[in-house]
């Protein structure tokens, strides 16, 4: 064996350690972590390897710390979610936890979109108090807002026609393109530096969705430069 295989072996010991310290099962704590239990098998295995993401969702809502689990340096756990208030904790493992937790994660992406429309028209209301003029902007930014929702709302409609003729394959691909692009949405120009991280955007490479998605993504992102000049 290998340095290499050894560090790999060493990482799977110490993720054995956080699962049976858990007293959860593998698929109990896949889902903890916001990971598909067959996605977890596999890192659990070996098949995959064990990425800094995953390693922080891990601290995150189990209290041992990434750069251990990694690299087996520093002390093995921290207090868990020692960093966030008890309102950020309880938003946090509520969400994580439930099984609409992407819908949930929809309608607040579209609501802090909402917000900056709102934000934009009062900071411009108050250098220049024409209403009329601030009005048409801001439902000309609604609109804008409007058609990212109906992006979603239509890949929606096209996993449930395929989940009505049991089209399994055809309802995970649009299931991973909505999931995909909420979180690209979301982190717009950050999208770039962190999507090679991001489960959701290599399964659509795997399924071979990734042009339908950037082309969608380009969509969105031009309806919202136009929401953030």
């Known amino acids: 064996m290998?340095?290499?295989d050894q560090h790999k072996e060493r990482i799977l010991e110490r993720l054995k350690t956080v699962l049976e310290s858990s007293g959860k099962s593998s698929r109990a704590f896949s889902k903890s972590i916001g990971l598909k239990p067959t996605s977890f098998h596999k890192?659990?295995?070996?098949?995959a390897g064990l990425t800094i993401p995953l390693a922080?969702?891990?601290e995150l809502n189990h209290g041992f710390r990434s750069e251990w689990l990694l690299s087996g340096n520093g002390k093995m756990k921290v207090n868990k979610h020692n960093h966030l208030s008890p309102l950020e904790r309880c938003l946090l493992e509520v969400s994580l936890s439930s099984i609409q937790k992407w819908h949930l994660l929809e309608i607040l992406i579209i609501e802090k979109i909402n917000k900056r429309i709102s934000d934009q028209f009062w900071g411009t209301f108050r250098d220049d108090p024409n209403?009329?003029?601030g009005e048409d902007s801001r439902t000309t930014l609604y609109n804008n807002l409007e058609q990212?929702?109906?992006v979603f709302r239509e890949l929606r409609e096209e996993e449930k026609a395929c989940l009505k003729n049991q089209?399994?394959?055809g309802q995970k691909i649009f299931t991973q393109l909505a999931q995909a692009l909420?979180?690209?949405t979301f982190y717009g120009e950050e999208w770039e530096s962190i999507k090679n991280n991001c489960e959701e955007y290599h399964a659509l490479e795997t399924d071979g969705s990734l042009k339908d998605f950037e082309k969608l993504l380009a969509y969105i992102n031009e309806l919202l430069s136009k929401i953030d000049p």
């Not at 890192?43 to 098949?47: C, I, R, S, W």
Request: hydrophobic letters at 50%; proline letters at 0%; zero cysteines.
């Open 56 to 58: 922080n969702s891990i």
């Open 182 to 184: 909420l979180l690209a």
């Open 43 to 47: 890192v659990l295995t070996g098949t």
């Open 148 to 150: 990212i929702t109906k």
């Open 2 to 4: 290998n340095g290499a």
């Open 167 to 169: 089209d399994l394959i």
């Open 131 to 133: 209403l009329q003029s």
